[in-house]
């Protein structure tokens, strides 16, 4: 069946009956799945190598399949390739930058950042081969008619987690970089008024000389609460 805008359709139910996983397979999955997780890291170096579009395509697939808000689906994933758009993202993000870190952070916020050696400038905007311009669709335009998005912000943290997860586990590097204000990514990619950037993800292989900061998670008793 093709896409069609959700509202005004009937309540239409189909039979849903995944194969039934063995326990001993869920254990083995959850633990394989949580080591391999637990290795992903924020990469600020990238290599410039090249990158089967394909994989960036199908973790953007996987993202899609995100849960929404009403099942509205209300994402648009820019991928950016072109060299001379990513150099105009760069040189606007940075110019917004500056003015943060000269002095709109904060002294409170400027010091939470110190321990991930962030800075103004955004090389990885120019060096990692693919961006994704990740918006957020505020409602559906269907020509002057509005119908309002619902749970906008919590459907598409959801599938920029898939997105990390699924290109994470495909063998990629990400960042989350969110430069503030982000209007700039509208008019630079000329995207629609009922969409607002919610982040910009460098997507590729780490530099070969990339450096993390040395961050700790917290141990699992600190984030479970059973009840
Ligand atoms: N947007 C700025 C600052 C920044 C803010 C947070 I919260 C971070 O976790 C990291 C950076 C920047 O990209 O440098």
Redesign the pocket.
């Known amino acids: 069946m093709a896409w069609a805008p959700i509202h005004d359709q009937p309540y239409h139910p189909v039979p849903y009956r995944p194969v039934r996983v063995s326990a001993d397979d869920s254990l083995r999955t959850a633990a394989a799945l949580r080591e391999k997780m637990d290795q992903r890291r924020t990469v600020r170096a990238f290599s410039s190598d090249p990158v089967p579009e394909q994989v960036v395509v199908d973790a953007i697939a996987v993202a899609a399949t995100a849960p929404s808000g009403a099942h509205q689906q209300p994402w648009t994933f820019v991928l950016v390739t072109d060299p001379e758009v990513r150099a105009r993202i760069r040189e606007a993000a940075e110019d917004e930058?500056r003015v943060?870190?000269e002095g709109r952070?904060g002294d409170q916020?400027l010091s939470?950042?110190r321990p991930?050696g962030?800075?103004?400038h955004?090389p990885h905007l120019t060096d990692a081969p693919y961006l994704i311009v990740v918006f957020e669709q505020r409602f559906y335009l269907d020509g002057e008619e509005h119908h309002k998005h619902y749970y906008v912000d919590e459907s598409v943290g959801i599938a920029v987690g898939m997105l990390l997860t699924a290109l994470h586990l495909a063998g990629l590097a990400a960042l989350t970089?969110?430069?503030?204000p982000m209007r700039f990514l509208s008019d630079v990619l000329g995207r629609p008024r009922n969409e607002k950037a919610f982040a910009v993800i460098p997507v590729g292989y780490p530099a070969a000389d990339a450096m993390v900061p040395d961050l700790v998670r917290k141990d699992l008793d600190q984030v479970i609460v059973r009840v």
Request: glycine residues 0%.
């Open positions: 930058e943060s870190y952070l916020w939470a950042l991930l962030t800075d103004m955004k970089h969110t430069p503030s």
